[in-house]
Structure formats: C-alpha cells, structure tokens
C-alpha cells in the first residue's frame, strides 16, 4: 500500500471546490449513519414470510443490502484508496469477503449473538481506522505501522456479524435456511462488486488529475469524520435505548 505521507500538504486551492467536496461527504456520514444496512420495509415483511428457498430473491436482497450499506462501502472505499493495482485490490477484498462471511454465516446458522450496536460502533470505528491509516497516522503519532491485510480481514468479521445481527431480528423459517442464507451471501458479494466496479472507476480518473493527493488527504478527513459520527450514532442507541 502506498504510503502518504505526501499527501498531507497545504489543501489550499478553489474555497468553493473544497467546501462542495466538504458538504457532500457530509451528506453521506448523515445517511450512513441513518440508513447503515438496516433490513426494513417490504424487505422486512418479504424475509419473514419466506416459506422454502427463495434462491434469487435472496440474491438480489443481499445485493441490495450492499449497494445501500453506507457503512460496509465506506470502509471498502478506505481499503482501496491507495490501492494502485488490480491484484492488490483483489486481495484485500478478498480478506474482507472471507471475513464477513464467516460471521454472517456463523451469525444466523450458528445462532452466535451480541448487541448490534455495539458492533455496529465496531463497524464505525474500522471506517475511523482505515482512514486514520490511509493519512499515514500510524507511524507519525505512534511510530509502527500495523499489518493492513490482517486489520481488513478482521474488520470484516465485524462487518459480516453486522449484517448477522440485522437478519438475527427475524423470525427466519428453518425450511431451506442454509441454501436462502447462502444466497443472500452470494448476493452481497455480488453487490460488493457492482459498487466497487464504480467506485475503482471513479478512483482510477480521479487519481490523474493533479489535485488528487490534496483532495485525498481532505477525503479521508472526511471519511474519517463519517466513521466518527457512526460511532457516535451506535453508541448513543446503547446508552440511551433509543
């Protein structure tokens, strides 16, 4: 992974630009912290009213969980900021995939428990953390840099528990659970690709253009402030009950 030291330099430049870069990251902490891979709605009553499998439904559910996880994205986009090559970003997706499925799985088949808040704020503090790493925090405040493919395998496993807890609210019918399960596994993979397919896209224009490495260091303080407020969000649930 590239270090960046380099990228925290002067963020002078159009004020207009910046503050429009500012809001809209704003907006996505605000709807992250709101919408974070919540199961509600018609998927709600669909997912409890499933009698058998129900293999492509739960495909595309998973995806759609995805797609709209603000919370599960936003963490990716922090993994493959710096990630130059195709194989590099293989690699740490695949770290986050085995992790986050072994603990959805073992979440809703296994009947593993815990408060969803609490791993939730987990969820928030790993966007926290890997924006914090993406600015070379590290080895500037605390002078080591710690294994970045084993920190993104186990944030997945939070991650993974995160979603076991959202489908651990239904009252899940046994009839073909493993196979709708592993369906809706497949599903998030799926959507894992379709959004990060964009998101590599849009990084890959962005990172030649002559501004990227000062926007960068101004994104990932961005990234690093939703991460903040999810935690913030989480926490406030537990306490407060709400």
């Known amino acids: 992974m590239r270090p960046v030291t380099t990228v925290i330099q002067s963020t002078s430049g159009d004020p207009r630009r910046v503050a429009s870069l500012c809001f809209?990251?704003?907006?996505?902490?605000?709807?992250?912290?709101?919408?974070?891979?919540?199961?509600?709605?018609?998927?709600?009553?669909?997912?409890?009213?499933?009698?058998?499998?129900?293999?492509?439904?739960?495909?595309?559910?998973?995806?759609k969980h995805m797609v709209t996880g603000?919370?599960?994205?936003?963490?990716?986009?922090?993994?493959?900021?710096?990630?130059?090559?195709?194989?590099?970003?293989?690699?740490?997706?695949?770290?986050?995939?085995?992790?986050?499925?072994?603990?959805?799985?073992?979440?809703?088949?296994?009947?593993?428990?815990?408060?969803?808040?609490?791993?939730?704020?987990?969820?928030?503090?790993?966007?926290?953390?890997?924006?914090?790493?993406?600015?070379?925090?590290?080895?500037?405040?605390?002078?080591?840099?710690?294994?970045?493919?084993?920190?993104?395998?186990?944030?997945?496993?939070?991650?993974?528990?995160?979603?076991?807890?959202?489908l651990q609210d239904f009252a899940l019918s046994s009839n073909g659970l493993v196979a709708n399960i592993l369906s809706f596994n497949v599903g998030v993979e799926i959507g894992q690709v379709i959004a990060l397919t964009a998101v590599l896209a849009v990084l890959t224009y962005w990172r030649k253009q002559s501004g990227f490495l000062r926007y960068a260091f101004l994104t990932n303080g961005a990234l690093m402030s939703c991460g903040f407020l999810l935690i913030g969000y989480q926490l406030s649930g537990y306490f407060l009950g709400v």
Not at 27 to 51: E, N, W, Y
Not at 130 to 156: E, H, S, T, W
């Open 24 to 63: 809209a990251l704003f907006l996505v902490g605000l709807v992250s912290d709101a919408s974070a891979h919540g199961v509600t709605g018609k998927d709600a009553v669909f997912l409890q009213s499933i009698q058998g499998t129900a293999i492509g439904p739960l495909m595309y559910l998973g995806a």
């Open 70 to 166: 603000y919370d599960h994205l936003a963490f990716l986009v922090g993994v493959i900021f710096f990630l130059y090559r195709i194989r590099d970003v293989v690699e740490y997706v695949s770290l986050f995939t085995l992790g986050h499925s072994v603990t959805l799985l073992l979440g809703v088949l296994g009947g593993v428990r815990a408060n969803p808040y609490i791993i939730d704020a987990i969820i928030g503090f790993s966007v926290v953390y890997k924006a914090f790493d993406n600015l070379n925090g590290f080895p500037i405040f605390f002078g080591f840099q710690p294994n970045a493919r084993m920190a993104v395998l186990v944030f997945g496993f939070f991650h993974g528990f995160g979603l076991a807890t959202k």
